[in-house]
Every structure is written in C-alpha cells, then in structure tokens.
C-alpha cells in the first residue's frame, strides 16, 4: 500500500469518526443551532420569523411608527422587555386574521405580560390576550388571570407552567373562528369566536361594553408592557396575512 492509500483510509476513518459523533450529540446541542431561526420543514410549510434575534425590523411601537428607543433591547437572541423601562407595547407591522404563531418566553419572578392578537390601533389596546405570568408569585387567584389563559374571558386548564425564569413555549391557533392556546406541548384552551359560550363570557369580563369583542376579526399581534420584566425569542408566523 502506497504512503497515499494510508492517508486516505486515515482521512476516511477520521471523517467517519466525526459523522458519528455527530449522530450522538445530545438534542440539545442541535436544538441550539435552530434558535430563531427556521427550519427546512418549516420553510417548507409557509413559516416566516417575528424576530430573528437581532433585528426589530417586523415591530414598532403601538401607535408610533418606529421601534420603542427605550424599555425594550435584543439581549442574546432574546427581545427583552426592561423592569420599569416604559417603551410602550410593541405590535407587529403586519396584520393578520388566520394564522398559527409560536414563541419562546420567560418571565422575571412576580413577572406580568401578555400576547394579544386581533389589534386594532384605532380602539386601543384592546386584544384578544394570551396571558404571561409567574403564576407563582403574581397570580390573582382568578382562573382567567393565569397563564395561557384568555385574559378575563376564559381560563386556560391542565397547564404546565416552568417557573420564574425558565423558558416555557407557547403557541397561539386561530383558523376560521376556531382559537386553541398551547403552553409546552400541551393545548389547554380552545374556543370559538363569536358562540353564544364566547359572547356571554366576554359579557360577564371587563370586556363587556367592546364593540365586537370576542368575533372574528383581523389585526396586530402585540408583546406588552406591563412594567416587568420578560424575553421572547423564536417568535415565528404561519399566516394569511389580513388586507
């Protein structure tokens, strides 16, 4: 065997030895490969970035037209909201009415946030609200306060939630008038825009006297400033985007 017939059998154990080392590596370190960013499966299926881990550019300030310059920051591939920063709610540039969304967060302990869709700027920032909480310290007692639950309408059930400063994932369905809300794998609320279950719960909420609360609409999808400190990362859309 020539001296360049041994080199190449060594180069290829060598390759080999690394190939199957990498079919061992722990989930974890290629999940970390994949923070957002997209998949090829979910390139696939129609799936655009929120957040990308340094850019802001799919935001901006609710009523502004430029991104908040203070209260909130890109913090390691997180977009974070300050502990008593001001900055405002931040909305997506797009609106949307059908459309699966999923996130990555965490919450400081005593930590209040949220995640609201159908926004429309010109009645506020009233939205339908996929609750942020550190359940263990900030919890008002009522269901429909507690995380992933529909804010003040309807209570999320069976949740499993990571404490204080863990990331939990959260997903967000809206197809047709059919709502599901999903914390880490599980889905623990659904409901239906505009049933007579949905009306008369928004009716007994604070919601009561909103125009159209609690039907099918179209809008913005908005983090919120409740003065406390929360992260988001891997914030990405399947969506038919509203007119």
């Given at each position: 065997m020539?001296?360049?017939?041994r080199f190449?059998?060594?180069?290829?154990?060598?390759?080999?030895?690394?190939v199957?080392?990498?079919?061992?590596?722990p989930a974890?370190t290629?999940?970390?490969?994949?923070?957002?960013?997209?998949?090829?499966?979910?390139?696939?299926e129609?799936?655009?970035?929120l957040?990308?881990?340094?850019s802001t550019?799919?935001w901006?300030g609710f009523?502004?037209e430029d991104f908040?310059?203070?209260?909130?920051?890109v913090e390691?591939?997180?977009l974070?909201h300050?502990?008593?920063?001001?900055g405002g709610?931040i909305?997506?540039k797009?609106?949307f009415a059908?459309?699966?969304?999923?996130?990555?967060?965490?919450?400081a302990?005593g930590?209040?946030s949220?995640v609201k869709?159908?926004i429309?700027e010109?009645?506020?920032?009233i939205?339908h609200?996929?609750q942020?909480?550190?359940?263990?310290?900030s919890h008002?007692?009522?269901p429909?306060?507690?995380t992933?639950?529909f804010y003040?309408v309807?209570?999320?059930k069976?949740i499993?939630l990571?404490p204080?400063?863990q990331?939990?994932s959260?997903?967000?369905?809206v197809q047709?008038?059919h709502?599901e809300?999903w914390?880490?794998?599980?889905?623990?609320?659904?409901?239906?825009?505009?049933?007579?279950?949905?009306?008369?719960?928004?009716?007994d909420s604070k919601?009561?006297?909103v125009?159209g609360?609690?039907?099918k609409?179209?809008?913005h999808i908005l983090l919120?400033?409740?003065?406390?400190?929360v992260?988001?990362?891997n914030i990405k859309?399947r969506?038919?985007?509203a007119?």
């Amino acid at each position: 065997m020539t001296a360049i017939s041994r080199f190449r059998l060594k180069q290829a154990a060598w390759l080999a030895a690394i190939v199957s080392l990498g079919s061992i590596l722990p989930a974890s370190t290629n999940a970390a490969n994949s923070i957002n960013e997209l998949t090829p499966s979910e390139k696939k299926e129609g799936w655009s970035l929120l957040f990308d881990g340094q850019s802001t550019d799919a935001w901006r300030g609710f009523g502004k037209e430029d991104f908040p310059q203070q209260g909130w920051v890109v913090e390691d591939g997180w977009l974070k909201h300050l502990n008593d920063a001001g900055g405002g709610d931040i909305i997506t540039k797009r609106q949307f009415a059908d459309f699966e969304l999923k996130f990555e967060w965490r919450a400081a302990k005593g930590a209040n946030s949220g995640v609201k869709y159908f926004i429309k700027e010109d009645r506020g920032k009233i939205g339908h609200e996929y609750q942020l909480l550190d359940d263990a310290s900030s919890h008002s007692g009522r269901p429909e306060g507690q995380t992933a639950a529909f804010y003040d309408v309807f209570p999320s059930k069976g949740i499993d939630l990571k404490p204080a400063g863990q990331v939990n994932s959260s997903r967000i369905l809206v197809q047709g008038d059919h709502v599901e809300h999903w914390l880490n794998g599980e889905k623990v609320l659904a409901y239906t825009l505009g049933s007579p279950k949905t009306l008369q719960a928004v009716k007994d909420s604070k919601f009561d006297d909103v125009a159209g609360f609690g039907t099918k609409d179209k809008g913005h999808i908005l983090l919120q400033d409740h003065g406390d400190a929360v992260w988001f990362r891997n914030i990405k859309i399947r969506a038919q985007e509203a007119p």
